[in-house]
C-alpha cells in the first residue's frame, strides 16, 4: 500500500521527491516521467482521503468532495504540478498540497458541503517545455484550444501532440467546464514583500498585466580609431540612452509600475569596431491596463526621438502581452475577516508574477493568497517558506472554503 503524507512538510518533501534534482531542485516538466509519476501520486492520494477523482484528456487531475445537490456548482482550489529546470519544491505544489489537505480535513470534520468542493493539479503553467504557458487552466477557462499547440515543439523537436499522446492523454474532445463558482489559488510570494513587512498573508489585489518588447537599433560599423565622434552611428550609444532614459522615466509613474532590460545583444561585439546593432529587450508589468499602456507608449516615442537624434534606425515589437486581471473583492474581504478573527496579520498587495488564477479571473469570482518566501526567492533550488507560515495559509483556506461552502 503506498504511503502518502499525513502533514504538509512531509507533502512538500513528498512532492519534490518526483523530479528531484542533485542540487535540491525539482525538474518536473509537463508530459515528462517525473511528471506523470507526480500527477498519478497525487490522484492516488485524493483517493486515499476519499475524493471522487479523475484525468480530463490533456492531463490536469481532479479530486471532489460532492455536495448532496446534484446540481450544485463547485469551488475550484489548486495550482500547477510543473517546474522550471531545478526550480523550487513550493511553487506550483504547495497550492496544489494545502488544496487536498483542506479538502480531507472539512471532509472529516463536517462532511459533505452545500457546494461540491474540488482541488485540480494542472498539468502545466511555467511553459518550461514547451512555449506556451498556463495551459492547464488555459483549456479549462477556454482561453486555449488545442489548435493552439498544432505547430509547437519542445527544445529537442518534439511536437506537443507527440509529447502529450506519449503521456496517455488527448487531443480529444475537451469541454470547457462551465460549473465553476469560485476559483481560489495560494501560492508562495516568489517576492520579498511579505518578508519585509513582516506579515503572514498576502491579499492579493490584482495580478499585473505584462508588455515585451523587442528592440532593435540599427546603425554602422566602422573602425573605432579612424572614425571620427560626430561622424558615428553608434548603436550602442543609442541604446544606452535609451535603456536610461526607460528607467528614468519611470520616476513619474507610481511604485506598482516595474521594468527591467533582460536580454542586450551587440553586434558584431568586437572590442575595436562600432556597434551597427543592438536588441535588447522591455518587461514592463503593472496592475492598471490604461495606465501601462501610457508608459509603454512613452518609452516607446521616446526610444524613436532618441533613434533618430543619433541617426539610428530603431524597430519597437511587442511580442508578449498579458491583461491585467483584478481578483475578487467580495472573497478578499471575506479573507481579512478571517485573517482579523484569528488575529492573523495580512497585507493587501498585487501580484508581479502571473498565475493560473490569472485566467480564471476572466470567467468566475477569483482570488490568489500568498505566503511569504525567504528571501523572496523563487524558481530556484533555494526556494523556501518556513512551515508556520505554510501552516498558517492552510488555516485561512480551511476557514475561507468552511464559510463558503457549509455556511449556508
Known sequence: MAQFPTNLKEAIEWLASFGEEPDGGVTRTLYSQPWKEAQ?????????????????????????LPSQNLNAQTILIGSHVDTVKSGGKYDGAYGIIVGIMALGYLKKKYGQPAINLEVVSFCEEEGSRFPLACWGSGM????????????IKDSEGISFETGMMAAGFGPSEFRVRNDIKTFIELHIEQGP????????????????????FRITVTGESNHVGTTSMKWRRDALHGAVNMIHDLYESMKEYDEDLVTSVGQLFVEPNVPNVIPNQVQFTVDARHPNEMLLHSFCQHFSKAFQNIAKKHSLDIKVEKWHEVQPAQMDSELNEIIQTICTRRTISSHWMNSGAGHDAQLFSRVCPTTILFVPSHGGISH???????????????EVLIQLLHQLAYNR
Open 140 to 151: 479549462m477557462t477556454g482561453v486555449y484550444s488545442f489548435k493552439d499547440i498544432s505547430e
Open 40 to 64: 498519478q501520486a497525487l490522484k492516488g492520494w485524493m483517493e486515499e482521503i476519499g475524493l471522487l477523482t479523475h484525468y480530463d484528456s490533456i492531463g490536469n487531475v481532479f479530486g471532489r
Open 193 to 212: 514583500t511579505l518578508e519585509k513587512v513582516e506579515k503572514s498573508v498576502g491579499i492579493v489585489k490584482a495580478i499585473v498585466g505584462q508588455k515585451r
Open 380 to 394: 530556484s533550488p533555494l526556494e523556501f517558506t518556513s512551515a508556520k507560515d505554510l501552516e498558517i495559509g492552510l
